[in-house]
């Protein structure tokens, strides 16, 4: 049977109809939304390779192999939940700040229609204003990030606050980030010094590497994932979570990362988590090959809407 709307439907085949987010419906009439998929298409914070600005639409192409079901979670979260795509943050390449006033007044407005926002990014500097606008509506978080790097860098360019190495650091600095419930996952490979993962730690970040991981193995991870996780929580993903051999196209790879199945059972390990936002950054499409880290990524970003489903549902 053909389906209903040729446009738009979850049940398309994948070359198919138009390529927003699952081909949900693109408007921002928010009216009974629950969840806004947003595209923040910025990489003016990069310190290495750019190209993230490109993400959010191809993380967007990539979804329409997503199917609905969640066998994992046992959830079809369009069911469950109204999802929309929002469309793209206004941002402004030559200008960071501007940007970040953008980002955080735009998802702002969608948080207090009464919808959760789902980001796609664009580099982890626009986590910022995310969070920014997350912790006027919630008050201090908890984040659950999975990364490569702490982010938590004071500069990487002379005395400039913002880049993709600094927005955990700015918002601890901020109070939109409460330390003592906030983990970092998957930390690994060199850094410019000795203390470059201490700041966060001395001021009681829990953080996770990928030494860590291989001694004491995936269940305990979860386990030290979860626990300091009470109130509202922010989940940030970092794409170089992954090993490069899963997902090439980023933009500051560091190889000894997880695989992509690793990633998605620590994802699903959130299960109950009061997840209330939630961005997914660092894709890089002209570092991709066959579209292998967009899928990834689009396929993370189907499990965090899963685990919003599950939660609303009350499993």
Do not use: C
Not at 25 to 37: F, I, K, Q, S
Not at 75 to 97: A, F, M, R
């Amino acid at each position: 049977m053909p389906a209903p709307d040729p446009a738009h439907g979850a049940e398309l085949p994948p070359f198919a109809g138009i390529t927003s987010f699952m081909r949900r419906p693109a408007t921002r009439d928010l009216a009974g939304v629950d969840v806004a998929v947003v595209g923040i298409p910025f990489d003016g914070g990069t310190s290495y390779r750019s190209g993230a600005r490109f993400g959010p639409r191809r993380i967007r192409e990539a979804s329409a192999m997503v199917w609905g079901y969640n066998n994992a979670l046992a959830v079809k979260p369009l069911d469950v939940l109204e999802v929309v795509d929002y469309g793209d943050v206004n941002v402004i390449p030559p200008s960071i700040t501007e940007t970040m006033a953008n980002i955080e007044s735009e998802v702002g407005a969608i948080l207090a229609a009464g919808a959760a926002a789902l980001a796609l990014g664009g580099d982890h500097s626009v986590s910022l204003p995310l969070l920014r606008a997350h912790a006027r509506e919630h008050g201090p978080l908890g984040v659950v990030h999975f990364d490569a790097h702490p982010d938590t860098w004071d500069h990487e360019f002379d005395d400039r606050p913002y880049s993709h190495g600094t927005p955990f650091r700015r918002a601890i600095e901020e109070g939109i980030i409460d330390p003592s419930r906030y983990v970092q996952v998957g930390l690994r490979g060199p850094t410019l010094e000795a203390g470059d993962w201490q700041w966060a730690r001395e001021r009681g970040v829990r953080a996770i590497t990928m030494d860590d991981v291989a001694e004491i193995g995936l269940p305990a991870v979860i386990r030290a994932t979860r626990e300091p996780l009470r109130g509202p929580i922010y989940v940030t993903l970092d794409v170089d979570a992954a090993d490069p051999a899963f997902a090439p196209g980023t933009g500051t790879p560091e190889v000894g990362g997880f695989t992509s199945h690793e990633l998605l059972r620590l994802v699903r390990a959130l299960r109950g988590v009061e997840i209330v936002g939630a961005d997914l950054v660092e894709v890089s499409p002209p570092y991709d090959h066959g579209d292998i880290t967009a899928l990834l990524a689009a396929n993370l970003a189907f499990e965090l809407l899963s685990l919003m489903a599950v939660r609303r549902r009350g499993g």
